[in-house]
């Protein structure tokens, strides 16, 4: 009974390169949200999606970043052009009217 | 103001006392309210679900609600060593029924 998975876990890339993080809901979970922690920070929501459709992206920085959740395959979010302040841990929630249950995350480091 | 405020910490307890960690929202109508427990490099559990006003015990964890005075607040009882963890206090804002607000968090180390 896996539980939200993200990967991968740990990410290096230096500034100007593109960041891929994937993340696959519980089985049987079709809301998927993506939130940041910034050190020091607590968790910010970025967007949330469901199969095929973005459904809040009010915290998502209107510049590089993206997401998806396609009919087939983990949700995507895409980070283009990374900047040092992208450094952060990228968490991914999933729920089916529940409470939500985390993903271990993302830890993103821009050198 | 933040929507969510929790006091600041770290919090230090000896093995065996009480911490108390507590929350402020700022939105009054919101309906929900969560505490998350987040070990360091881990992702945040949820440990505690809280609706209506008053106290809600799940085993070593109490948790509080005020709704008049906005006030949301954890107790954890006979603090273990494997408590120490940064506690996450979290709201769900009325007008989205599934965007949690989330507090920066308060550190808690109990020290055998």
């Known amino acids: 009974n896996a539980g939200v998975m993200q990967n991968p876990r740990h990410l290096v890339r230096r500034r100007g390169q593109e960041a891929r993080l994937r993340c696959s809901p519980m089985?049987?979970?079709?809301?998927v949200y993506w939130y940041r922690q910034l050190p020091e920070e607590g968790l910010k929501f970025m967007v949330y999606?469901?199969?095929?459709?973005?459904?809040?992206e009010s915290g998502m920085p209107k510049e590089r970043f993206s997401a998806e959740f396609p009919k087939e395959g983990p949700s995507i979010l895409r980070i283009q052009q990374v900047v040092r302040g992208d450094s952060a841990a990228y968490f991914c929630?999933?729920?089916?009217?529940?409470?939500?249950?985390f993903g271990n995350g993302t830890r993103l480091t821009v050198t | 103001q933040k929507e969510v405020e929790q006091n600041s910490g770290p919090l230090s307890v000896p093995e065996g006392a009480i911490a108390s960690l507590n929350c402020t929202y700022s939105?009054?109508?919101?309906?929900?309210f969560f505490w998350y427990r987040q070990y360091s490099g881990k992702s945040p559990e949820l440990i505690m679900s809280?609706?209506?006003?008053g106290d809600k015990e799940d085993g070593r964890f109490t948790a509080q609600l005020n709704k008049a005075s906005q006030y949301v607040s954890l107790l954890i009882r006979d603090s273990q060593p494997s408590d120490s963890a940064t506690y996450l206090c979290?709201?769900?804002?009325?007008?989205?029924?599934?965007?949690?607000?989330f507090g920066a968090g308060t550190t808690v180390t109990v020290r055998a």
């Open positions: 929630a999933s729920s089916s009217n529940s409470p939500l249950h």
């Open positions: 089985k049987g979970h079709s809301h």
């Open positions: 999606l469901q199969k095929e459709n973005i459904i809040d």
């Open positions: 939105d009054r109508v919101s309906q929900s």
């Open positions: 809280i609706y209506s006003n």
């Open positions: 979290a709201v769900r804002p009325p007008t989205n029924d599934y965007k949690l607000s």
